[in-house]
T-cell receptor, first 114, second 110 residues
Framework: DTAVSQTPKYLVTQMGNDKSIKCEQN?????MYWYKQDSKKFLKIMFS???????INETVPNRFSPKSPDKAHLNLHINSLELGDSAVYFC?????????????FGAGSRLTVL | SQQGEEDPQALSIQEGENATMNCSYK?????LQWYRQNSGRGLVHLIL?????REKHSGRLRVTLDTSKKSSSLLITASRAADTASYFC??????????FGKGTTLSVSS
């Protein structure tokens, strides 16, 4: 049973399209995250939700919209895709920011924008 | 939030040798964590050391923490080819998200 699962694993699309990446965790964690890893392998936090509430929103274009229907799911929707959005997107979860805050990561979703 | 700064950026060793990676950070922490990322894979949590601990072991891993110097080290003993990966240290302050630095890329050749 995968603890944090992301779909799709690979996504190839054209500039201007809209796409979504889904994430689900079965660990009972309260907090979920989206991180972006660019071609230089630098991992940057994008968003964090705690019990469906947005708690962290780094400087991310408005084209990116996270949605958390319940605390086990955090989806990422991207509008009007640009070449610079090509990256690997990682979902993660933890018990919460005030705990030891150990992250469990998904396997990543590689997005390629042509 | 703060990120750790790993040193060296890259490290190449032979199988069987020990690998030591260092980490520095800037402000007080509750704990410090080390993660590993194999090429093309997600990150995996390796070990957490609390601010009141000085040393911790897990299998072939040994982590030290010196809060007075704001530094930590990760020692991997008897390295294997499978240890080839990027390693990240992440200082954690309560109530903040984990911020990752550039990591140390370890290559272990057989």
């Amino acid at each position: 049973d995968t603890a944090v699962s992301q779909t799709p694993k690979y996504l190839v699309t054209q500039m201007g399209n809209d796409k979504s990446i889904k994430c689900e965790q079965n660990l009972g964690h309260d907090t979920m995250y989206w991180y972006k890893q660019d071609s230089k392998k630098f991992l940057k936090i994008m968003f964090s939700y705690n019990n469906k509430e947005l708690i962290i929103n780094e400087t991310v274009p408005n084209r990116f919209s996270p949605k958390s229907p319940d605390k086990a799911h955090l989806n990422l929707h991207i509008n009007s895709l640009e070449l610079g959005d090509s990256a690997v997107y990682f979902c993660a979860s933890s018990q919460g920011l005030n705990s030891a805050n150990v992250l469990t990561f998904g396997a990543g979703s590689r997005l390629t924008v042509l | 939030s703060q990120q750790g700064e790993e040193d060296p950026q890259a490290l190449s060793i032979q199988e069987g040798e020990n690998a030591t990676m260092n980490c520095s950070y800037k402000t007080s922490i509750n704990n410090l964590q080390w993660y590993r990322q194999n090429s093309g894979r997600g990150l995996v949590h390796l070990i957490l050391i609390r601010s009141n601990e000085r040393e911790k072991h897990s299998g072939r891993l040994r982590v030290t923490l010196d809060t007075s110097k704001k530094s930590s080290s990760l020692l991997i003993t008897a390295s294997r080819a499978a240890d080839t990966a990027s390693y990240f240290c992440v200082p954690n302050q309560a109530g903040t998200a984990l911020i990752f630095g550039k990591g140390t890329t370890l290559s272990v050749s057989s």
